[in-house]
T-cell receptor, first 114, second 113 residues
């Protein structure tokens, strides 16, 4: 399967703990995106990378959030000192840096903060 | 504020009939629009897109119509099939590409056999 892969699928943590999610994009895609989706809402943009460069971050991405994409391949999203409001589905997507190119989404990581 | 609005949370249609899903947007800078379909426990899957230089794009049973003056787009599914039952998201971007998509809240479509 050559789709976007996310790990883990589910994560339950206690408030105050740190969590890290991983995303493996489609291999030839040079753009990688992180979105967050809460119940009853559409996905909200968090950040995106072109190769290893993080080109844009949403104001939703507080200081407790950090994303990396070393070597322009896989990406990690870390949340420090988790809060109950961080509970959401975290979606990763990838695309080619071509105008009009669609995003391919992974199945997401469902985070529950207790 | 919600820049992309899907005002109807759900729609139920009979198999074989037409499904019409509506979407409104407020940002006049948006120039590229997409529809995504999402099944439970899966990520959104791209369905169809349209650039602002067009007013219609067709792909098999799916057609998207864009009315720029009204800032409105719609997705038509003809004929509807039970497998089309899913949540449909309208999304938009400025700058002609798929980066930083702004999504609506989604609409749940149920196609009854």
């Amino acid at each position: 399967d050559t789709g976007v892969s996310q790990d883990p699928r589910h994560k339950i943590t206690k408030r105050g703990q740190n969590v890290t999610f991983r995303c493996d994009p489609i291999s030839e895609h040079n753009r990688l995106y992180w979105y967050r989706q809460t119940l009853g809402q559409g996905p909200e943009f968090l950040t995106y990378f072109q190769n290893e460069a993080q080109l844009e971050k949403s104001r939703l991405l507080s200081d407790r959030f950090s994303a990396e994409r070393p070597k322009g391949s896989f990406s990690t999203l870390e949340i420090q000192r988790t809060e109950q409001g961080d509970s959401a589905m975290y979606l990763c997507a990838s695309s080619l840096a071509v105008s009009g190119e669609k995003l391919f989404f992974g199945s997401g990581t469902q985070l529950s903060v207790l | 504020d919600q820049q992309v609005k899907q005002n109807s949370p759900s729609l139920s249609v009979q198999e074989g009939r037409i499904s019409i899903l509506n979407c409104d947007y407020t940002n006049s800078m948006f120039d590229y629009f997409l529809w995504y379909k999402k099944y439970p426990a899966e990520g959104p899957t791209f369905l169809i897109s349209i650039s602002s230089i067009k007013d219609k794009n067709e792909d098999g049973r799916f057609t998207v119509f864009l009315n720029k003056s009204a800032k409105h787009l719609s997705l038509h599914i003809v004929p509807s099939q039970p497998g089309d039952s899913a949540v449909y998201f309208c999304a938009a971007s400025a700058g002609g590409g798929s980066e930083k998509l702004v999504f609506g809240k989604g609409m749940k479509l149920t196609v009854n056999p």
